[in-house]
């Protein structure tokens, strides 16, 4: 069994005709600049690319297929260059008379040719086919089958953020309400919770979790993601990761300390000032409240038994966030170890010494070992290493 990391929630900006994909997406954010800076400097093995749906991107997928660059895998995705595996997805938001308030999905498809039946039975339910997140109007359940047709994957995305999640608009409290739960593969906890606070949920107990970094830059790419324990990296070597069976499965999650989210804490709109429990800002008066994800987690708790065993949730802070560790510094660190995961995960503190000043090395070894302060974030402001 060999381990593979992967980041199944990158966004694309741009399609090759230079076409808006993702609106707030960066522009460098291509097809092509996923999968090189994926496998270069960040050391991805797994991507999940969730604009699959989009003509653009189906068009560019299909030219690199073309070149024998980018290969479909017998066993499901396709293989960039013997480097990177793509699992092409699709991001859409369900809206109807269940859900009280847009929720966001994730579907995997195994193939091409299952992604393009999806568009072309999706077109007619959006907007516009060529973005990405678009609202599908049609029900949740009615597109969990369509996907589950397909032989696809379906799993709700950020679950307790604010905006556009299943329970963070704090109307649903049960996700029967919108989806069939047999139909649920897994659940995208998003980056302002872990496994610990997820687990305060019952129904969620029997559910994989999964941590991605809904990338909307190059260098967003795997600030949460998974260690998978895979024969290979294919898209039925993930299904069977999700199941647990024969020796597959997710062997750690990688995500930000829950408090460095933007939405952790709670927070008024207007002025910014933390409320706490109170529903009325103590600061401004207003009442326009962003609920935080550890105050809806607070409101959904409802275990009353010990959780399921898990694999370990570790806290993982993105080499961006540390203090003084800025472009020049982190070339540095990549010329020497390659990729950002062998600096995260392999470096000795005596290596980064010979590159880095003491102070940094070390705050890469207080990262790796969970040991760093954090200032809680909240309101759409992330949280600050201390």
């Not at 969730?50 to 660059?69: A, K, Q």
């Not at 991605?212 to 790419?221: E, F, R």
Request: hydrophobic share 35%; aromatic share 8%.
């Amino acid at each position: 069994m060999n381990s593979y990391y992967a980041d199944l929630h990158i966004h694309i900006g741009r399609d090759l005709h230079g076409r808006p994909v993702k609106i707030t997406g960066a522009k460098s954010l291509t097809l092509q600049n996923i999968l090189e800076f994926s496998m270069g400097q960040k050391g991805v093995d797994i991507v999940g690319i969730i604009d699959c749906h989009s003509p653009g991107v189906i068009e560019e997928i299909d030219l690199l297929t073309s070149t024998d660059d980018l290969m479909p895998h017998s066993g499901g995705g396709l293989i960039y260059k013997d480097a990177v595996t793509l699992i092409p997805g699709s991001e859409l938001e369900v809206y109807d008379e269940n859900c009280k308030g847009p929720v966001h999905v994730l579907a995997y498809f195994p193939t091409m040719e299952k992604m393009k039946n999806f568009s072309d039975w999706l077109g007619p339910y959006v907007t516009n086919i060529h973005l990405s997140s678009q609202r599908v109007y049609i029900d949740g359940k009615t597109l969990q089958g369509k996907v589950k047709e397909l032989d696809g994957l379906f799993i709700p995305a950020h679950v307790f953020t604010p905006f556009k999640s299943l329970f963070g608009k704090g109307v649903v409290s049960s996700l029967k309400e919108v989806f069939d739960p047999e139909l649920i593969d897994a659940i995208e906890l998003g980056l302002s919770a872990d496994t610990t606070m997820a687990d305060q949920i019952l129904e969620l107990h029997s559910y994989p979790f999964l941590t991605n970094s809904d990338a909307h830059s190059l260098q967003k790419i795997a600030r949460e993601y998974q260690e998978l324990e895979l024969n290979e990296p294919t898209f039925q070597e993930f299904v069977y990761a999700l199941k647990g069976w024969e020796g597959r499965g997710i062997k750690s999650n990688y995500g930000l300390d829950p408090l460095l989210g933007k939405y952790h804490e709670t927070s008024c709109a207007d002025c910014g000032s933390r409320p706490g429990h109170e529903r009325i800002c103590p600061i401004c008066g207003s009442r326009k409240l962003i609920k935080g994800v550890s105050k809806r987690i607070e409101e959904l708790s409802s275990y009353s038994t010990e959780p399921p065993i898990r694999p370990p949730y570790i806290h993982q802070v993105p080499l961006e966030f540390l203090p003084g560790l800025g472009p020049k510094t982190l070339n540095k660190l990549l010329a020497r170890f390659g990729t950002e995961m062998a600096i995260i995960h392999d470096s000795k503190w005596e290596e980064l010494n010979e590159i880095v000043p003491a102070k940094i090395a070390e705050l890469i070894m207080e990262a790796r070992n969970g040991a760093l302060k954090v200032r809680p974030g909240g309101g759409g402001v992330y949280g600050k290493i201390e």
